[in-house]
Antibody
Framework: QVQLVESGGGVVQPGTSLRLSCAAS????????MHWVRQAPGKGLEWVAV????????YYADSVNGRFTISRDNSKNTLSLQMNSLRTEDTAIYFC???????????????WGRGSLVTVSS | AIQMTQSPSSLSASVGDRVTITCRAS??????LGWYQHKPGKAPKLLIY???NLESGVPSRFSGSGSGTQFTLTISSLQPEDFATYYC?????????FGQGTKVEIK
């Protein structure tokens, strides 16, 4: 069955960096776009970033553009999110999610992980 | 960026009630909209994709409709397991945008 397991969360200070990972299994990882979505405490879901199945295309939310970088290793079935210059408002649970199949297809998000908590605090 | 406005932000309903949640886009998004259910501490769940297509395994009491800028999620007969927060998500224009969510609570 499809499984997505996030890791790498923790407590960090503002201005520092953190790298999240998402281990995927149970499907052909190389065929699907992959996303990061977050939920700040007491807030709704916020889309963060997507990478196409073949790594050629990526998009970011305005709130993280220039600070976060999404990447994937199709040989290891792993999705990553490098988060730099972290701010207190980046505090959230970060979910990875499977997107669309094949070229030019990014949604819907049909499988999600349980999330990894990132806390940015001094 | 496109703004997605959901209404209501919360509602109280009883088991067996018919529930309707609306999502309005600030501009045309064709039918590129999905609906998601989220319970605390759990992974969000896809219910509807492309505005009106029921995801495999999702009960038929859930349905979606609409196109252009106005969309609706309907739960025909609310069940105890349906108490959750519901979100719409558009991906016609990037970046994708969620609605602010509708919390469905027990009356």
């Amino acid at each position: 069955q499809v499984q997505l397991v996030e890791s790498g969360g923790g407590v960090v200070q503002p201005g520092t960096s953190l790298r999240l990972s998402c281990a995927a299994s149970g499907f052909n990882f190389t065929s699907y776009a992959m996303h990061w979505v977050r939920q700040a405490p007491g807030k709704g879901l916020e889309w963060v970033a997507v990478m196409s199945h073949d790594t050629t295309t990526e998009y970011y939310a305005d709130s993280v553009n220039g600070r976060f970088t999404i990447s994937r290793d199709n040989s290891k079935n792993t999705l990553s999110l490098q988060m730099n210059s972290l701010r207190t408002e980046d505090t959230a649970i970060y979910f990875c999610a499977r997107g669309g199949y094949g070229s030019g297809s990014y949604l819907p998000l049909d499988y999600w992980g349980r999330g990894s908590l990132v806390t940015v605090s001094s | 960026a496109i703004q997605m406005t959901q209404s209501p932000s919360s509602l109280s309903a009883s088991v067996g009630d018919r529930v309707t949640i609306t999502c309005r886009a600030s501009q045309y998004i064709r039918n590129d909209l999905g609906w998601y259910q989220h319970k605390p501490g759990k992974a969000p769940k896809l219910l509807i994709y492309a505005a009106s297509n029921l995801e495999s395994g999702v009960p038929s009491r859930f349905s979606g409709s609409g196109s252009g800028t106005q969309f609706t999620l309907t739960i025909s007969s609310l069940q105890p397991e349906d108490f959750a927060t519901y979100y719409c998500l558009q991906d016609y224009i990037y970046p994708p945008a969620f609605g602010q969510g509708t919390k469905v609570e027990i009356k």
